[in-house]
C-alpha cells in the first residue's frame, strides 16, 4: 500500500538515509508500525520522505504501486495524512479552521464545505478531545493541546495511510494513552494503515502491532513488539541496558531502563 524501495537521502556530503545500503519498508493496509530510534537517527527523514515532503536521493516511494512523484498533490493528500513534528503554527488561524482545512483534498478549491464535511470535521475534534479550544486561536494553545490539533486535521483528511511523527511528545500520560487507543481504533476499526514515530517504548509496544527499529540511518529490526523489543536490541540501538519483562494483561514487552552505555546519541 506504501512502499519504499531502495531509498537514501543525501544532504550536503551527508548520507542520513541508506547509508551504506539503501532503505526498503512497507506499510501494509493492516499495519500500525512505530518508528523508533534514537535522535538522529533517520526517522523524521524517512516519514517525510514516505509522503513525499523529502525527495529521495535513491529509490522511489510508492502508494498502491504507483509513484508518488507522478501523482498530484491533491491525490496523495486524498490518501496520506502527516502530522509533522513540529508544524509551523499558522498564528491566526483557530483550531475549528485548521481542522475544517483538513478537509480540503476533498473538495475544489473554493468551494464550501457541506453537511458531511462538517460531521467530519466535528467527529474529528470530539475524537481529539480539543472541543473546549475549537474556537481558540493555535497561537495560543499549550503544545499538547497544539499537537492535538493538528491530529485532528489529518483526521478530518480521512486518509487511508496516517503517517505521525512524534505525535504523543508533548501530551500528558491521559492524552498519550488516548492518542494511541484512538490511533488503534482506526487502524483495527477503520483499516487506516499507520506509522507513527514514538520514543516511549512502552507505549509503542502496548498500541502497535510492529516495530521498525532505525539507527544511523538504517533500519535494524522490524518485526512483532515482543520479537523486536529485546535487551540486546535495546543495546545496540539506544545503547541502555535494560530488563525486559511481558505485560500479562495484554502480552506486550515492557522496558524497565537500567543504565545509559555511554551516549547514543551520534
Ligand atoms: P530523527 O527524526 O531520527 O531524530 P532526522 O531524520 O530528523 O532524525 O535526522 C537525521 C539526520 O539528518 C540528523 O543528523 C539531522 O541532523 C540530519 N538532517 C535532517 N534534515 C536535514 C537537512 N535538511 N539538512 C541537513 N541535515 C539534515
Ligand atoms: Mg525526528
Known sequence: MLACEDISVRFGRNTVLGSPAPVSLTLA?????????PNGSGK???LRTLCRLQKPTTGRVLIDGKPVREMATKDVARVLALVAQSPP???DITVLDLVAHGRYPHRGFAEQLISSDRAIVESAIARCDVEAFAGRRLATLSGGERQRAWIAAALAQEPRILLLDEPTSALDIR???????LLRGLNERDGITIGIVVHDINLAARACSRIVAMRKGQIVADGKPSDVITPD?????FGVET????DPATGAPVCRYLSPIGCAVE
Open 89 to 91: 503554527v499558522p498564528h
Open 175 to 181: 492524552h498519550q494513552l488516548a492518542v494511541m487507543d
Open 44 to 46: 523524521s527523514t524517512l
Open 29 to 37: 493496509e493492516s499495519d500500525f508500525a512505530a518508528i523508533i530510534g
Open 243 to 246: 530488563e525486559i519483562s511481558t
Open 233 to 237: 536490541l535495546m543495546r545496540e540501538v
